[in-house]
T-cell receptor, first 118, second 113 residues
Framework: GAVVSQHPSWVICKSGTSVKIECRSL??????MFWYRQFPKQSLMLMAT?????????EQGVEKDKFLINHASLTLSTLTVTSAHPEDSSFYIC??????????????FGPGTRLTVL | EDQVTQSPEALRLQEGESSSLNCSYTVSGLRGLFWYRQDPGKGPEFLFT???AGEEKEKERLKATLTKKESFLHITAPKPEDSATYLCAVQALGIQGAQKLVFGQGTRLTINP
């Protein structure tokens, strides 16, 4: 159980275009999902917390208007990188926590999406 | 500020050579420490959760332990398939009380046959 999927697994786009990445929880409902970014040989950095039915909470330094997050259902969150530039090229990973009595249980991660902006 | 420091950055072992990875943390009120394994080009794979000092968890050749200031991931008689980056993360409170994971830089483990 606790499987999280992402689509696409990789995408190449031209500078100035927008790219949408989907994150789905396959066998559980997730009221909260998380979006991370990972640059080569670096660790994961939290970008934002995605809440079903409400606005996402962004970490300091992350541009809300550039990284649009929509958590439309209990199993789907999307991240749209708007007007992408080469510096946005990175590995984007989502995660979700299985709901339960423990609010601090582990997060399960998707396989990641490699974004390359030319 | 919540911080997680992992050491060493990289570790090469021979198959069967046991060792330990370290994760030191400073966090205002630990709500959980997590170990993940990450293979190149993939998302992190969950290994263990530890919540209180003295707690230990085991899975195959891996054993995680926790004190008030650090956690160790012990690997016993490793095999080449254990080669990966091992990430440590602590649960902290972020903006507006939101829960967030703070990750260490990871330890790249290579097991030579």
């Amino acid at each position: 159980g606790a499987v999280v999927s992402q689509h696409p697994s990789w995408v190449i786009c031209k500078s100035g275009t927008s790219v949408k990445i989907e994150c789905r929880s396959l066998d559980f409902q997730a009221t909260t999902m998380f979006w991370y970014r990972q640059f080569p040989k670096q660790s994961l950095m939290l970008m934002a917390t995605s809440n079903e039915g409400s606005k996402a909470t962004y970490e300091q330094g992350v541009e809300k208007d550039k990284f649009l997050i929509n958590h439309a259902s209990l199993t789907l969150s999307t991240l749209t990188v708007t007007s992408a530039h080469p510096e946005d090229s990175s590995f984007y990973i989502c995660s979700a926590r299985v709901p339960g009595p423990n609010p601090y249980n582990e997060q399960f991660f998707g396989p990641g999406t490699r974004l390359t902006v030319l | 500020e919540d911080q997680v420091t992992q050491s060493p950055e990289a570790l090469r072992l021979q198959e069967g050579e046991s060792s330990s990875l370290n994760c030191s943390y400073t966090v205002s009120g630990l709500r959980g420490l997590f170990w993940y394994r990450q293979d190149p080009g993939k998302g992190p794979e969950f290994l263990f959760t530890l919540y209180s000092a003295g707690e230990e968890k085991e899975k195959e050749r891996l054993k995680a332990t926790l004190t008030k200031k650090e956690s160790f991931l012990h690997i016993t008689a490793p095999k080449p398939e254990d080669s990966a980056t091992y990430l440590c993360a602590v649960q902290a409170l972020g903006i507006q009380g939101a829960q967030k994971l703070v990750f260490g830089q990871g330890t790249r483990l290579t097991i030579n046959p």
